[in-house]
């Protein structure tokens, strides 16, 4: 494991950026300069005589002062050094994350908590619905220990917090697997990557149980009849949904130059899981797309 004794100006640390592509830590694209950013802090740190198994916080922020001093250093490379420096130490070696938090009552420490989770969310570039999502169910679930008053800090969240937490969702609320496997992933998620801690045995949990339900689909017939009550850019938008198989989101986010006439295909662009694809673009709805295309372009002009 790399050190600052040997962590060279130019070491991009190998190991490291190994372990964020398997522990899918970090987009691919990504890897390098997270590695990069923890060898310039390094060579950093080896000045102030800092040893490499231990993280001090007035060295980071010394480290991140001296970057913002740079009038040319773009605000999000700040913050991807900052996030390079907490993988290496909290992830990578495995140290404890000091948050400030361990002496903070749960009212105190809450909002630093769900901050310091949604900064880890957008890191890893989970969708908004994603992050909207989790944050709630932390949410609750600090909320859930504070009123049971069996924990005083943050760094004392543990297994039986959870499994009683899910247990609660299960028998007093009545929620649906689907729900409670929504809430257990979000505290997985703040456990594993905030806290640093796993989650250990659950096996106790109390789960709600899934039900067998058949899908209900249109035939092609419906899907017609729906259509032709649709006109105009509605109508539009649910062809290019049902045609192409693409999500909301999705189809939100696409760009013109994402729409190859010729080829007849779209690109999806950071769809989910983050990556892109390429998808069939329907015959029936191009004429009606160019029209769109033209319109806007008219307006943009105007």
Request: with cysteine.
């Amino acid at each position: 494991m790399e050190t600052f004794s040997n962590a060279k100006k130019t070491d991009t640390l190998p190991e490291f950026q190994t372990f964020l592509l398997n522990k899918k830590l970090a987009p691919e694209k990504n890897v390098f300069f997270y590695a990069l950013w923890a060898s310039k802090f390094f060579n950093f740190a080896r000045k102030k005589q800092i040893a490499s198994n231990e993280y001090q916080e007035n060295a980071v922020t010394e480290f991140m002062e001296a970057l913002k001093s740079d009038p040319h250093m773009p605000e999000w490379q700040i913050r991807q050094a900052h996030d390079a420096i907490r993988l290496y130490y909290f992830h990578y070696l495995g140290l404890k994350p000091n948050h400030n938090l361990s002496a903070a009552k749960p009212d105190d420490f809450a909002p630093e908590l769900l901050k310091e989770t949604q900064r880890l969310i957008r890191l890893k570039h989970y969708s908004y619905s994603t992050e909207r999502t989790y944050l709630q169910w932390i949410k609750r679930f600090l909320e859930y220990t504070r009123q049971t008053g069996k924990r005083e800090a943050a760094t004392a969240l543990d297994n039986e917090d959870c499994k009683n937490f899910l247990s609660h969702l299960a028998l007093k609320e009545k929620v649906s697997a689907s729900t409670q496997n929504q809430a257990f992933n979000s505290i997985l998620f703040l456990y594993r990557n905030v806290l640093c801690k796993e989650m250990g045995d659950l096996a106790q949990t109390v789960r709600a149980k899934r039900g067998q339900r058949l899908p209900v689909v249109f035939s092609v017939e419906e899907t017609k009849r729906l259509l032709t009550c649709l006109d105009g850019k509605e109508l539009l938008i649910a062809s290019l949904i049902y045609g192409t198989g693409m999500r909301l989101m999705e189809l939100a986010r696409l760009r013109v130059k994402d729409i190859d006439m010729d080829l007849n295909t779209l690109t999806v662009r950071s769809g989910k899981g983050d990556k892109d694809r390429t998808t069939m673009l329907p015959i029936t709805v191009k004429e009606p797309l160019k029209k769109h295309l033209i319109d806007i372009k008219d307006m943009h002009d105007r």
